[in-house]
């Protein structure tokens, strides 16, 4: 059947330009619809894709900081400041972070840190004992990154950054 077939055969039934016409307008309007409809998810999905990795950064940054804090030269003037900076970034985790089970478990792991901050101002605590304290805090932090950064990849590990340091 050639395309001169095709348009005898559409001029030999009248109606059918009708038919054709409200199936293309059915057609266009479901694109019309659908095509913004997608673009919104996928700004939703980009948008979740980069909280997801702000946190990400913000879990393993706080990793790194107390692996730093459990070594033995890490004085408690150190391991103070240190777990101050741990707050402010996990205050500044819980303002930014939109979905609000992630900001509730930064939150838990917020009073966690201020803990562990009220633990070294007042006892002096040793080298030993902190570890135990802060081995917590980093369980903590690998269950959050399981729970809210499933399928998003950390630019550097926790392992390759101690090696550097």
């Known amino acids: 059947m050639e395309f001169a077939d095709v348009l005898g055969w559409i001029e030999k039934h009248p109606g059918l330009a009708s038919w054709v016409q409200a199936i293309g307008a059915i ?34 940054e706080c990793e790194l900081v107390i692996s730093i804090t459990q070594k033995d030269s890490a004085t408690l003037d150190v391991r103070k400041r240190l777990m101050r900076e741990l707050l402010t970034g996990a205050r500044a985790a819980i303002d930014t972070d939109t979905n609000p089970d992630s900001a509730a478990d930064c939150l838990r792991l917020k009073y ?3 803990g562990l901050l009220f633990e070294l101002d007042v006892n002096e605590v040793e080298t030993e004992s902190w570890v135990e304290l802060t081995d917590r805090a980093l369980s903590i932090i690998a269950i959050l990154k399981n729970i809210h950064c499933a399928g998003i990849k950390a630019a550097t590990s926790i392992d390759s950054a101690s090696r550097k340091a």
Not at 35 to 42: D, L, N
Not at 50 to 60: E, T
């Open 27 to 60: 057609a266009a309007l479901g694109l019309a619809l659908w095509i913004p409809s997608r673009q919104r998810s996928v700004e939703r999905e980009e948008v979740e894709r980069k909280r997801k990795s702000m946190l990400l950064v913000f879990l393993v």
């Open 112 to 114: 966690n840190f201020e």
